[in-house]
T-cell receptor
Framework: AQSVAQPEDQVNVAEGNPLTVKCTYSVSGNPYLFWYVQYPNRGLQFLLKYITGDNLVKGSYGFEAEFNKSQTSFHLKKPSALVSDSALYFCAVRATNFKTIFGAGTRLFVKA | EAQVTQNPRYLITVTGKKLTVTCSQNMNHEYMSWYRQDPGLGLRQIYYSMNVEVTDKGDVPEGYKVSRKEKRNFPLILESPSPNQTSLYFC????????????FGQGTRLTVV
């Protein structure tokens, strides 16, 4: 069965420090992996995706993610966090054209 | 501006009173879907549509209906809402293709009392 796990409900980081939001997945076949961000009272916004090729994917707002096939992980990273990065982050996997599985979400809190 | 528009943004209703949440996209996307977001559960797919007149159930379709008569519109219908359908609902659209990202509406917060 397909699944996505975001093991941390919340991640706290100081402004200027690097951040990592973790995601692991389980899917048969080649996965298509996505990260979305949700700001308060807004819909989800696309950040980045992994389809194929280079394992390090760069996306919007300085975020990047590393695809690790052996560990079935797709962790979201940013070298230097901003207070404005505080939001709810969702990892998602698509193994067919019809269905996307979302993780439960990780709330990122960046302290000034 | 490319967007997915949902209405209403907020709705409080009573048990059993039929309601419709509208969704419209202006990007000519083939694929549209509805999700509900509940704390600790992430987003769960209710229904999806691959194109006009083509719809199918997602993971949690019970108590919901949809229709896709036009490419741009994908309304969500609750024929007889119940309190367990109190949730935050999102409509999304994307191009056909496994690697395409989705565009989301701003959400509809529904409370059924």
């Amino acid at each position: 069965a397909q699944s996505v796990a975001q093991p941390e409900d919340q991640v706290n980081v100081a402004e200027g420090n690097p951040l990592t939001v973790k995601c692991t997945y389980s899917v048969s076949g080649n996965p298509y992996l996505f990260w979305y961000v949700q700001y308060p009272n807004r819909g989800l916004q696309f950040l980045l995706k992994y389809i194929t090729g280079d394992n390090l994917v760069k996306g919007s707002y300085g975020f990047e993610a590393e695809f690790n096939k052996s560990q079935t992980s797709f962790h979201l990273k940013k070298p230097s966090a901003l207070v404005s990065d505080s939001a709810l982050y969702f990892c998602a996997v698509r193994a067919t054209n019809f269905k996307t599985i979302f993780g439960a979400g990780t709330r990122l809190f960046v302290k000034a | 501006e490319a967007q997915v528009t949902q209405n209403p943004r907020y709705l409080i209703t009573v048990t059993g009173k039929k309601l419709t949440v509208t969704c419209s996209q202006n990007m000519n996307h083939e694929y549209m879907s509805w999700y509900r977001q509940d704390p600790g559960l992430g987003l769960r797919q209710i229904y999806y549509s691959m194109n006009v007149e083509v719809t199918d159930k997602g993971d949690v379709p019970e108590g919901y209906k949809v229709s896709r008569k036009e490419k741009r519109n994908f309304p969500l219908i609750l024929e007889s809402p119940s309190p367990n359908q109190t949730s935050l609902y999102f409509c999304a659209s994307r191009w056909r293709g496994q690697g395409t990202e989705a565009f989301f509406g701003q959400g509809t917060r529904l409370t059924v009392v």
